[in-house]
T-cell receptor, first 114, second 113 residues
Framework: EAQVTQNPRYLITVTGKKLTVTCSQN?????MSWYRQDPGLGLRQIYY???????DKGDVPEGYKVSRKEKRNFPLILESPSPNQTSLYFC?????????????FGPGTRLTVL | QKEVEQNSGPLSVPEGAIASLNCTYS??????FFWYRQYSGKSPELIMS????GDKEDGRFTAQLNKASQYVSLLIRDSQPSDSATYLC?????????????FGKGTLLTVNP
């Protein structure tokens, strides 16, 4: 089954404790992206990757890091989480083989930083 | 900053009615337009894409695009309670990545039985 997976789905942590949210896709997509969604602000792109070892900042990159060492994986790293990073996070992927650049979204990770 | 604007709603319609959702965008040369449906706490799901001026129909859904007015809309005919969700308009802007989506903030639709 074609899918994007994220782990963990739910995470409660404390300020300053480094964490990683994993994202994996099995569709051989070149493009992967991370979004955060906050009430009243909609979905905003954090980082994206056009392919292995190619990453770039989105609209709200501060406080986040990413890496793309393998085509299928695109982890999101919070080196020192703060309460303003409490949000719902989505990973998405797409590629040249999709219909009309449709982006496939993961199920989401709800992060709470205390 | 290239923007996508939607009425935040909530929009409430009775079952069986037509729901009309609207979206405007600021980048005049945007080429690709999408409507996503998102149930509370779930991930966005693509329901319509449109690239040319005019109407595109898929079942009960019709997307309408007017590039001169920088306006895209979604009509849902014979609305059902299961259509109750937030509808997100998204645009691929000119320049940068061919895949980068800019989202509106979404319109909450409630269909009343």
């Amino acid at each position: 089954e074609a899918q994007v997976t994220q782990n963990p789905r739910y995470l409660i942590t404390v300020t300053g404790k480094k964490l990683t949210v994993t994202c994996s896709q099995n569709m051989n997509h070149e493009y992967m992206s991370w979004y955060r969604q906050d009430p009243g602000l909609g979905l905003r792109q954090i980082y994206y990757s056009m392919n292995v070892e190619v990453t770039d900042k989105g609209d709200v990159p501060e406080g986040y890091k990413v890496s793309r060492k393998e085509k299928r994986n695109f982890p999101l790293i919070l080196e020192s989480p703060s309460p303003n990073q409490t949000s719902l996070y989505f990973c998405a992927s797409t590629g040249a083989g999709t219909s009309h650049n449709e982006q496939f979204f993961g199920p989401g990770t709800r992060l709470t930083v205390l | 900053q290239k923007e996508v604007e939607q009425n935040s709603g909530p929009l409430s319609v009775p079952e069986g009615a037509i729901a009309s959702l609207n979206c405007t965008y600021s980048d005049r040369v945007s080429q690709s337009f999408f409507w996503y449906r998102q149930y509370s706490g779930k991930s966005p799901e693509l329901i319509m894409s449109i690239y040319s001026n005019g109407d595109k129909e898929d079942g009960r859904f019709t997307a309408q695009l007017n590039k001169a007015s920088q306006y895209v809309s979604l009509l849902i005919r014979d609305s059902q309670p299961s259509d109750s969700a937030t509808y997100l308009c998204a645009v691929i802007n000119s320049g940068g990545s061919n895949y980068k989506l800019t989202f509106g903030k979404g319109t909450l639709l409630t269909v009343n039985p």
